[in-house]
Structure formats: structure tokens, C-alpha cells
């Protein structure tokens, strides 16, 4: 008889399915992925090696929902490329003297401008510490117009907020049943490498969302607002009301349960309850920040990234990813102000976030990156613009080989070889081949991918080595 051969990618999905099989609720179906599915791996993983805090690494993600407009975020300013660009635009394009002029060192003196607002990613990008990735989109599988109008094997809901945000964080592009994310897939394959197995490698400062929700991984939710941890009220106090309250909540978490499900609620807010409390004491031990954050829902949120960053040797981990989110892209009116305004919070933030990882020493082992639902029509809808699909990201740290623009900035008049109508790009680089790059440079091995990013066979070849875009060292 041949025994079957397993892999990493095919245990943990059974996992999956196997707690699946317990019970159909939601309820006891989000509960196992927390805890029952997280146990079970623990007991058959090896023991994670003793690992330097000089091998930390972290993933930022700076979600900017609603769809960003990215060709006025990052504008050709060579003469032909800007009047193709201004008459696309027409009175939604920004003066050629207003963009902030930058100079990509790999685009043989091609010459571009940035937002007028981005004065702070300006200079990143000119130190070599920020890179844009191109006409980037979520595909399945490369296409051209032809394909487009035959409606082959395209993503589905395109041009939709909801698929689209969702096919963002699965990278996943046709499965819409699909409640796992690639930031989740990719903590289920290193979560393994913390030293501390308490506490997710998924920090989110914006709920639960997609993109960290793993087969066994789940993210840790954290506030922008004194040590992070949200702690049972009365926590900290130490009145007779509240040590009487904190005891009783204890007894009760105590008493062993023979309903499984009933026993891994209780285990579920157990762990929470711990998890704030180690938490909540390592942020405050960590080194402090003093560099100056704008007062932002946004600035908050990285300020509260830079300091959890700060606590990792407190943490005991070596891998940590992080979700932001930034909303108000969808600028269907008003598109010059309110467009600035959104890159003026984004500017700013990440100018401070920068800073900050200089002042703790981290910028090389700190990666942050932009997701967005997608890019805006370049044609206007009177003062706004409309749904569209490829757009520019952008990639910010010591790691990045900056002062490059990676993929094919594509010609911006209407009618071109891309141009699904007023200006709607097909996609020229994939989302899978930008989130392959951020996962090996995270840690990742490249027989990793195929459970992490499934598609990415479809675009690189990733047994032949080296990495898709070559945009981080």
C-alpha cells in the first residue's frame, strides 16, 4: 500500500475542514478557526528556533478603501505622456507645475510627478526608500481586451466595492465563498516562527477584516489609544467592587465545559483576557516614540503600529503583520479636493510612520504597502470619476529598492490596447505577483506560495527562484 504523502498546505486545510465537521453554525465555525484548529497545529508543528530580533520582519498594510486615484497620484511628466494624460483628465487633472517632480533611476529618464500633497513621499522616494508597482490588479489570469470582451476568466464583481475589496484581500479573484485571506494563509504558514504562540502575528487597528483571517490564525484587534489592548473595564483598578468582579469573571472561566462548543467559548475569552493584559504590559514597557503623528484616524493607527513594533523584543515574535485602513477614495464628486485631502492624511502619516521606525531602528525590517479596491476612471463624471480596476501602489521601507517605478506605467489616452472604456485599465501587473514579492521578503518560501497565493502560477514561475517584481532586497 502507498502512503500518502501530506503537505504543510494540505494539513492545515484539512484542519479546517475537520473542526468544520463539528458543528454548522458560524458561531462554532469561527471559534474552532480561533481556537480548536490553532491548538491542534500547535501540537503537530515543530518548535520555532531561537531567532535575533535583528530577523524581525513586518508587513503594514495601508488599505485605502474605496478605490484610489492613483493616475493622479503618481502622473507622467515628459511633454507627449502629460498631454495624453491632461486630455484624458480634462478638469480633474492636476497643473503639470503643481506635481512634485521625482526622477525613477530604472525608467531611462523617463520623468513623472507626484500629488502636490505628497511632499513627504517625495522625499522617500528620492532617498531610494519608496518604489511604485505600476497598473496593478486583481486578475486571474493575464488578459487583453479580446479576453475582456469575451469575458474570459475574469474577476468576479469587477468594478464592484465589496468583490472587489474581498478579491483584494484573498487574492482570489473568482471564489466568492472564500473567507480567507492571503495575509491569513501567509500567518498560518510563519505564526510558527514567534517565539511567543499567545499572541497572533495579525495585529489589526480596524476590526476584524479579510485579508488576516486565516485557516487557523486569526487576527488580535488592537485601538490606536493608550496601550492598544481593550481591557475588561475596571481592569486596572484596584477597588474591592473591581478585584471582587475580576475574581468572579476568573471562577467562571474556570469551570471546564462538556458542550464543546460552550468549552471553546470560554477558552476563546480566556485567551482574549490574557492576550490584553500581556499586550497592554508589553507596549508599555516598550521604547518610547517621540516622533510627532498628525492627530489622523490614520496617523493614530500607525503611531500605535510604530509602537507595537517598538515592544517586539517585549513580544517575543520575529513576524507580525499589520492592517490600517484609511476610507473616503471614493471620489465620485469633488475629486481635486477630496482626493487631496486623502493624500495629504496618507502624506503625512506615513511621513511620521517613517520617521518613527528611524528613531527605534527598524526601517529595514518594516515593509509598508498600499491596497485599494481599485483605480478610478480617468475620464470625469462631471467633477468626480467613476469605478475602474488597475491602479498604482505604493511600497514604502529601508528594504525596498527605491526610486523605481516597477511594471508598465501604461499610456494615458483613451482608446488604448488597455483601455476598457473612459480610461478603465486592464490590470498589466497582477496583485498575486505584488503579494508574492511582500511574502518571500517576509519570510515565506516559495513552495509556500501555492497555499498563500494560488494563482500565482499563472503569472511566475516561482520554482525557478528569485522573486516576481525585484522590487524589495
Same mark, same amino acid.
Given at each position: 500500500?502507498?502512503?500518502?504523502?501530506?503537505?504543510?498546505?494540505?494539513?492545515?486545510?484539512?484542519?479546517?475542514?475537520?473542526?468544520?465537521?463539528?458543528?454548522?453554525?458560524?458561531?462554532?465555525?469561527?471559534?474552532?478557526?480561533?481556537?480548536?484548529?490553532?491548538?491542534?497545529?500547535?501540537?503537530?508543528?515543530?518548535?520555532?528556533?531561537?531567532?535575533?530580533?535583528?530577523?524581525?520582519?513586518?508587513?503594514?498594510?495601508?488599505?485605502?478603501?474605496?478605490?484610489?486615484?492613483?493616475?493622479?497620484?503618481?502622473?507622467?511628466?515628459?511633454?507627449?505622456?502629460?498631454?495624453?494624460?491632461?486630455?484624458?483628465?480634462?478638469?480633474?487633472?492636476?497643473?503639470?507645475?503643481?506635481?512634485?517632480?521625482?526622477?525613477?533611476?530604472?525608467?531611462?529618464?523617463?520623468?513623472?510627478?507626484?500629488?502636490?500633497?505628497?511632499?513627504?513621499?517625495?522625499?522617500?522616494?528620492?532617498?531610494?526608500?519608496?518604489?511604485?508597482?505600476?497598473?496593478?490588479?486583481?486578475?486571474?489570469?493575464?488578459?487583453?481586451?479580446?479576453?475582456?470582451?469575451?469575458?474570459?476568466?475574469?474577476?468576479?464583481?469587477?468594478?464592484?466595492?465589496?468583490?472587489?475589496?474581498?478579491?483584494?484581500?484573498?487574492?482570489?479573484?473568482?471564489?466568492?465563498?472564500?473567507?480567507?485571506?492571503?495575509?491569513?494563509?501567509?500567518?498560518?504558514?510563519?505564526?510558527?516562527?514567534?517565539?511567543?504562540?499567545?499572541?497572533?502575528?495579525?495585529?489589526?487597528?480596524?476590526?476584524?477584516?479579510?485579508?488576516?483571517?486565516?485557516?487557523?490564525?486569526?487576527?488580535?484587534?488592537?485601538?490606536?489609544?493608550?496601550?492598544?489592548?481593550?481591557?475588561?473595564?475596571?481592569?486596572?483598578?484596584?477597588?474591592?467592587?473591581?478585584?471582587?468582579?475580576?475574581?468572579?469573571?476568573?471562577?467562571?472561566?474556570?469551570?471546564?465545559?462538556?458542550?464543546?462548543?460552550?468549552?471553546?467559548?470560554?477558552?476563546?475569552?480566556?485567551?482574549?483576557?490574557?492576550?490584553? $493584559?500581556?499586550?497592554? !504590559?508589553?507596549?508599555?514597557? +516598550?521604547?518610547?516614540?517621540?516622533? &510627532?503623528?498628525? /492627530?489622523?484616524? #490614520? %496617523?493614530?493607527?500607525?503611531?500605535?503600529?510604530?509602537?507595537?513594533?517598538?515592544?517586539?523584543?517585549?513580544?517575543?515574535?520575529?513576524?507580525?503583520?499589520?492592517?490600517?485602513?484609511?476610507?473616503? $477614495?471614493?471620489?465620485? !464628486?469633488?475629486?481635486?479636493? +477630496?482626493?487631496?485631502?486623502?493624500? &495629504?492624511?496618507? /502624506?503625512?502619516? #506615513? %511621513?511620521?510612520?517613517?520617521?518613527?521606525?528611524?528613531?527605534?531602528?527598524?526601517?529595514?525590517?518594516?515593509?509598508?504597502?498600499?491596497?485599494?479596491?481599485?483605480?478610478?476612471?480617468?475620464?470625469?463624471?462631471?467633477?468626480?470619476?467613476?469605478?475602474?480596476? +488597475?491602479?498604482?501602489?505604493?511600497?514604502?521601507?529601508?528594504?525596498?529598492?527605491?526610486?523605481?517605478?516597477?511594471?508598465?506605467?501604461?499610456?494615458?489616452?483613451?482608446?488604448?490596447?488597455?483601455?476598457?472604456?473612459?480610461?478603465?485599465?486592464?490590470?498589466?501587473?497582477?496583485?498575486?505577483?505584488?503579494?508574492?514579492?511582500?511574502?518571500?521578503?517576509?519570510?515565506?518560501?516559495?513552495?509556500?506560495?501555492?497555499?498563500?497565493?494560488?494563482?500565482?502560477?499563472?503569472?511566475?514561475?516561482?520554482?525557478?527562484?528569485?522573486?516576481?517584481?525585484?522590487?524589495?532586497?
Amino acid at each position: 500500500m502507498t502512503k500518502k504523502k501530506y503537505s504543510r498546505r494540505t494539513f492545515i486545510e484539512n484542519l479546517g475542514l475537520g473542526c468544520a465537521h463539528l458543528g454548522a453554525t458560524s458561531l462554532l465555525s469561527g471559534i474552532t478557526n480561533i481556537g480548536l484548529i490553532g491548538s491542534a497545529a500547535a501540537a503537530n508543528r515543530p518548535l520555532a528556533k531561537t531567532t535575533s530580533m535583528m530577523d524581525y520582519k513586518a508587513l503594514v498594510c495601508i488599505y485605502l478603501a474605496g478605490g484610489n486615484d492613483s493616475f493622479n497620484m503618481l502622473v507622467p511628466t515628459d511633454t507627449e505622456p502629460y498631454e495624453q494624460y491632461k486630455t484624458s483628465r480634462t478638469n480633474i487633472a492636476i497643473p503639470k507645475e503643481d506635481l512634485l517632480p521625482i526622477s525613477p533611476k530604472n525608467l531611462s529618464g523617463q520623468k513623472f510627478g507626484l500629488h502636490p500633497e505628497l511632499s513627504n513621499i517625495q522625499q522617500l522616494f528620492e532617498n531610494e526608500n519608496a518604489a511604485f508597482i505600476a497598473n496593478c490588479g486583481v486578475l486571474q489570469e493575464p488578459t487583453d481586451l479580446d479576453k475582456f470582451k469575451q469575458k474570459i476568466k475574469l474577476p468576479i464583481g469587477l468594478f464592484s466595492h465589496s468583490h472587489q475589496m474581498d478579491r483584494w484581500q484573498t487574492s482570489l479573484p473568482r471564489d466568492a465563498q472564500q473567507n480567507v485571506g492571503w495575509g491569513g494563509r501567509l500567518a498560518d504558514i510563519l505564526q510558527q516562527n514567534n517565539s511567543n504562540q499567545n499572541l497572533s502575528m495579525s495585529i489589526s487597528l480596524d476590526g476584524s477584516n479579510l485579508f488576516q483571517r486565516g485557516n487557523r490564525v486569526q487576527s488580535y484587534t488592537i485601538k490606536n489609544s493608550q496601550n492598544g489592548s481593550t481591557l475588561i473595564n475596571g481592569a486596572t483598578k484596584d477597588n474591592f467592587y473591581e478585584q471582587l468582579k475580576r475574581a468572579t469573571l476568573d471562577d467562571v472561566l474556570e469551570v471546564k465545559h462538556q458542550n464543546i462548543l460552550k468549552q471553546a467559548y470560554s477558552d476563546v475569552v480566556a485567551g482574549s483576557k490574557s492576550n490584553s $493584559f500581556e499586550f497592554d !504590559a508589553a507596549l508599555s514597557k +516598550g521604547i518610547t516614540i517621540n516622533t &510627532k503623528f498628525p /492627530d489622523s484616524k #490614520l %496617523g493614530k493607527n500607525l503611531r500605535m503600529v510604530a509602537r507595537t513594533i517598538a515592544a517586539r523584543d517585549v513580544l517575543s515574535v520575529r513576524n507580525q503583520t499589520f492592517f490600517v485602513s484609511e476610507g473616503g $477614495f471614493d471620489s465620485h !464628486a469633488e475629486n481635486l479636493e +477630496g482626493h487631496g485631502n486623502k493624500m &495629504k492624511v496618507l /502624506d503625512e502619516a #506615513l %511621513g511620521a510612520f517613517y520617521e518613527a521606525l528611524e528613531e527605534i531602528g527598524a526601517t529595514q525590517n518594516v515593509t509598508s504597502y498600499t491596497m485599494s479596491d481599485f483605480g478610478r476612471k480617468l475620464i470625469t463624471n462631471g467633477d468626480g470619476t467613476d469605478h475602474a480596476w +488597475g491602479g498604482n501602489a505604493l511600497v514604502v521601507g529601508g528594504a525596498v529598492k527605491g526610486k523605481q517605478i516597477f511594471g508598465q506605467y501604461p499610456e494615458l489616452y483613451l482608446g488604448s490596447p488597455l483601455d476598457t472604456g473612459g480610461g478603465r485599465f486592464i490590470p498589466t501587473t497582477s496583485a498575486d505577483e505584488y503579494f508574492a514579492e511582500l511574502a518571500l521578503w517576509f519570510g515565506a518560501s516559495s513552495s509556500d506560495l501555492e497555499y498563500i497565493l494560488p494563482n500565482i502560477g499563472n503569472f511566475w514561475d516561482y520554482r525557478l527562484g528569485g522573486t516576481p517584481l525585484g522590487f524589495l532586497s
